[in-house]
């Protein structure tokens, strides 16, 4: 059970996060904010193979053609700025990666990764605003400080819907790591 459960359960888990979250980056009042930073960070986290780091991926650009084609989501946002997504989601993958050296998730070694997901979150806003800004071409002549003033206000919600999805999936991981121990306990 061990091993379906870590090599099958935990990657369908956190792909169907994804696929009923990505629609509304930040959330409305009939859906839940984009858990797709939280999922790579997770994915990175919990498994080592590349290969489910280019499926999340290329499932999140299933979920956005989706969104933009049969549910009417915006397009705004897709651009030839789109591509850096791939850095930017790579920036939270392999922070998840490197958070495994503070895998016995005890208190400190918890607030160690929660800390390094904080900065890989501040990365991948840097990349996906400032190659928005870059490679959208949807800024005409403003410069960056207006640019910064502009998207300043989305900072607080993109990092926070991350950082609260990343610690409900810390919470998950060690209540199941306390229950394989106990189980390994009473046997």
């Not at 979150?121 to 800004?133: E, Q, R």
């Amino acid at each position: 059970m061990t091993t379906f459960f870590k090599q099958q359960f935990l990657p369908l888990t956190l792909m169907t996060i994804m696929a009923l979250t990505r629609f509304h980056h930040f959330g409305t009042a009939f859906s839940l904010p984009d858990a797709s930073l939280a999922v790579f960070f997770l994915a990175g986290l919990g498994f080592s193979s590349l290969w489910l780091f280019v499926f999340l991926l290329l499932e999140a650009g299933v979920i956005d053609y989706l969104a933009i084609t049969q549910f009417s989501v915006s397009d705004f946002c897709i651009s030839s700025a789109y591509v850096c997504l791939i850095p930017t989601y790579a920036a939270m993958w392999f922070a998840g990666r490197y958070s495994k050296l503070f895998a016995s998730l005890s208190f400190v070694d918890s607030l160690k990764t929660f800390g390094l997901a904080a900065s890989a979150t501040t990365v991948a806003f840097i990349i996906s605003n400032g190659s928005f800004y870059v490679f959208s071409d949807r800024f005409g002549e403003l410069s960056w400080n207006q640019y910064f003033s502009q998207t300043a206000q989305y900072y607080p919600p993109y990092i926070s819907s991350a950082l609260i999805y990343v610690a409900i999936g810390l919470a998950v991981i060690k209540l199941w790591k306390t229950s394989q121990v106990m189980a390994t306990v009473e046997s």
